[in-house]
């Protein structure tokens, strides 16, 4: 087994699936290491290049404006008729679920006030 400075001198960035998946086998090792030890130093370090690697690699889209707003109807168990505010008319609600109209500036600022999706998950495209 190598020592924690063995380890820290080798710390090279990811290059290959392979490195990654070492490197994630050396955090689940050292998980549940002690405050303000050597291992707890190591971890952060691995960990801060295991996050720069998936950040590239793994990157998660911003969701799409118009399944943010279903998941947001769906977790507050609510209806086409229940958007009608947001939207100005039940056809507006029905075109903007279907795709077949935008969201303009003034849906956008409704829907962010009163559903709480955020502005910048409405105004991606």
Known sequence: MKTIQ???SE??????DEDY??????IDSLVDCEENSPEEELLELISIIVEDYESVHFAIEPPDPVEAIKLKMEENGLKKKDLVDYFGSASRVSE???RKRP???EMIRRIHKGLGISAATLLAS
């Open 6 to 8: 063995q380890i820290k």
């Open 11 to 16: 710390l090279k960035p990811i290059h290959s």
């Open 21 to 26: 998946k070492v490197y994630l086998k050396v």
């Open 96 to 98: 903007v679920l279907n």
């Open 103 to 105: 969201l303009t500036l």
